[in-house]
């Protein structure tokens, strides 16, 4: 992933989202490896992409908002869990309503 990282740097720049998607793939791998604080770093960088690139009111923003919970979770950060969870419902919502499976 960090080969992937420095070609969509150098083709993209970092504000495109195939960067944050690389930034969120590698997140998952330092989860995987138990390395939390890093996880929440490559996810904070995938989501401030998102953010510019697609708003707060986008799917993958809403996915990133999860992961990033799951990991507050995983790290027993019960109360930063919830709010992550929160802000992913919030814009889950948002995009699809009350009704959505």
């Not at 929440?40 to 993958?60: D, F, I, Q, T």
């Not at 507050?72 to 929160?86: I, M, R």
């Amino acid at each position: 992933y960090g080969k992937a990282l420095a070609i969509h740097l150098e083709v993209h720049g970092g504000t495109h989202p195939a960067t944050a998607m690389t930034y969120n793939n590698m997140a998952i791998v330092f989860k995987a490896q138990g390395q939390c604080d890093k996880a929440l770093e490559y996810y904070g960088k995938a989501l401030s992409v998102y953010l510019e690139a697609r708003g707060n009111k986008h799917p993958v923003t809403a996915d990133t908002f999860n992961n990033m919970a799951i990991v507050y979770k995983a790290q027993g950060q019960y109360a930063e869990a919830l709010e992550f969870y929160g802000k992913a419902l919030a814009v889950q919502l948002e995009v699809h309503g009350d009704t959505h499976p």
